[in-house]
């Protein structure tokens, strides 16, 4: 994985992702029909319904994303999930998918805590037994709920706070150092070690699934979801198809982290530096 360089200014690197635009046609949020129920013969007494290989509202929310994409969007979002499945197996996992949904900039312009709740509750629409892998019709399935949710003019998603120069271009500063020390052999950061850095600093909670964490920008924590849509929207400005991340595109998430937790970057970087390595 290459180095992008976040800013060259003194509110840097503040700028939102910006991997190549995809086209929104309108398309409502998907609404799952109701079971249908098999009325017995007169006079008959009714058999058991054989049970379903797969549920009504995963059938409906594959038929209605099929429907809410053009075909050269298809396209596109195959592509993008082709380029993520790297086993080749035909599934991906959920970290992936956030991944191909923010390269595409589905979760852009989306309140952080609003397009995390959204992605954890079409997630389990389409993998109801928790598997936690994807296939190409429950991403798209997925995708469009989220962009439905964007196009139905919710919350926006609250903007970067701005880098000061001294955190990006100095190897020297001590916010640096601490990065090395949490950092890989190569000098890269994974989401799951960015959630847990956040955790113990206090700025995420592990609390999936409640009210709080489906309100919009301002809640002074980030949810597991909400941390995976920051990281992921950080990572689609960086090449490459792998899971970490450079410090520069480290120091992105940190910025729309600090953004949507209503806080500036120094009160973030003071929260980080008080933490145990």
Known sequence: DGDDDDGDGDAEPAAEPEPAAEPEPDAGEPEPEPDAVEKAEPEAAAAPEPEASEKPEQAEAARTSAASLTEGERAVWAQEFKSRDESESGVVDVERVSFALAKLRVLEDVDVALAAAELEASVKIVDPSGSGALDLDAFIAVGCAVRALKQSGCAPSAKPVPVQREYVFDDAHPFAAKFR????????????????????????????????????????????????????????????????????????????????LGMSFAEVVERIMATEP
């Open 181 to 260: 020390s949490l950092a890989d052999a190569n000098g890269e950061m994974d989401g799951d070690s960015y959630r847990e850095l956040l955790e113990r600093a206090g700025l995420s909670r592990d609390d999936e699934g409640s009210e709080a964490s489906q309100q919009p920008s301002g809640s002074r924590r980030l949810t597991r979801a909400g941390v995976r849509v920051v990281f992921a929207r950080a990572k689609a400005r960086h090449p490459g198809h792998g899971r970490r991340v450079p410090y520069r595109i480290f120091l992105g998430a940190l910025s729309l982290s600090a953004g949507h």
